[in-house]
């Protein structure tokens, strides 16, 4: 989660390229994107706590937090996911919510998701068979479009063999009813085929919990879930949710393209700042240019600033930063040394504090919440490989320079 490729110089053509070129090449990569391959939609069509929210999560990666806020009104009763967001698509999640708890008339779903949804992904605990508020409106839904593909997702496994870990080897990989499971769960099977019966296309046992809850295997079965989807949708579709990390990957590129422009132009403007011949006056102006650049970027990844509270958090650009930053502003009274020591700490910490913000923002674009501590350790490394790549790259000849910067 808190990797990043390593600091280097962007490639020579992308420095070169103007800005309105930049734009025109974001420009079409997006008109590619956008007007590409349909987005494969689903319906999650379950009860509260059925293991909706977990699947989301599984296929997308975001936090649960994210992707509960992320959920938009759709219909009266259904609300719409778009992973990563609306302007870049690629993972789509309606979500029907009430289900068993207040009586559901499916007329508007089937009117309005009857050619957005690709397929149906109805969650059922394991062991729930309380089930008559989801089998009705499910037959009128699979009735108008007999078609669409229905996968049954039987989740909560671990409730009917409590205190023991998942097979170390998956037997659904195997067959859809293994004879080597625990007997309560191939009673549960077996019952709930029998419920659903030709209302479903597939059933997918599936166990997705979070690391916290103590199994060496969070994510039991949501392979085969994956597989399956990739398997009933059409080809098109089934192939845009297989290579959907390549999609992403694609996208991330391209937005870092944009990004090091800003961060190389902010960082070389931000040693210009430093090497100005007055003592503390440049402090104002390279803090300005920072931030400037963390508003710049977060225009690029389309997200809300860095919060300065978290910017403030890491110890790099603490009081003591302040302290060091001021004390070598006094240096610029020494002939040779003072001006060249400002202008590379002012680059440096530019420039890894720029790197650290692509990955915030990254990581938010993702549905992800960075913590403080996160954020802390990717900008201490990111500044000190700016201080390796910039004492690997400096032409000056004086040790002063490159020592101060590391």
Not at 49 to 67: C, E, M, N
Not at 175 to 180: F, K, T
Not at 237 to 265: M, N, S, W, Y
Not at 322 to 328: F, I, M, N, P, T
Request: hydrophobic share 35%.
């Amino acid at each position: 989660m808190m990797s990043i490729e390593p600091v280097d110089s962007a490639p020579s053509e992308v420095r070169k390229t103007s800005d309105a070129g930049m734009k025109e090449n974001q420009s079409d990569k997006r008109g590619v994107f956008i007007k590409g391959p349909p987005v494969p939609s689903l319906w999650l069509f379950g009860k509260a706590q059925s293991g909706k929210s977990s699947i989301v999560r599984f296929l997308t990666g975001a936090d649960q937090a994210i992707i509960g806020n992320g959920f938009r009104p759709e219909t009266k009763a259904t609300y719409r996911y778009t992973f990563p967001n609306e302007t870049h698509p690629v993972l789509r999640f309606f979500d029907t919510r009430g289900l068993g708890e207040e009586e559901y008339d499916p007329s508007e779903d089937i009117e309005v998701l009857q050619r957005q949804a690709n397929a149906i992904v109805v969650t059922v605990r394991i062991n729930d068979f309380a089930l008559g508020s989801l089998l009705g409106p499910l037959r009128q839904i699979r009735a108008a479009r007999r078609s669409r593909p229905v996968i049954l997702a039987l989740t909560c496994l671990h409730h009917t063999y409590p205190q023991k870990q998942h097979p170390e080897h998956d037997p659904f990989l195997e067959s859809e009813l293994p004879e080597s499971i625990p007997e309560e769960l191939r009673r549960c099977i077996q019952e709930q085929k029998r419920t659903f019966g030709d209302l479903i296309d597939r059933i997918v046992p599936i166990d997705l919990t979070r690391p916290e809850d103590g199994f060496l295997e969070p994510n039991f079965g949501g392979g085969r879930l994956k597989d399956a989807l990739i398997d009933a949708l059409p080809n098109v579709l089934g192939e845009a949710i297989k290579h959907t990390d390549e999609t992403v990957q694609q996208l991330r590129e391209d937005f870092e393209r944009r990004a090091h422009r800003c961060i190389h132009a902010y960082s070389a403007w931000a040693a210009g700042a430093a090497a100005v011949p007055l003592p503390w006056m440049d402090i104002p102006a390279v803090t300005g240019l920072q931030l400037r650049l963390m508003a710049k970027l977060a225009k690029v990844y389309d997200q809300s600033p860095v919060p300065a509270t978290l910017i403030s958090s890491a110890p790099i650009f603490g009081t003591r930063f302040l302290l060091r930053q001021g004390a070598k502003s006094l240096l610029k009274g020494v002939p040779f040394v003072g001006i060249p020591v400002n202008a590379a700490t002012a680059y440096v910490t530019t420039f890894g504090l720029g790197r650290a913000a692509m990955w915030y923002y990254w990581e938010r674009f993702l549905g992800r919440i960075p913590t403080s501590e996160e954020f802390s350790h990717i900008v201490k490394n990111q500044v000190e490989s700016a201080r390796t790549h910039w004492s690997r790259n400096s032409h000056s000849s004086s040790p002063s320079v490159r020592e101060s910067v590391e």
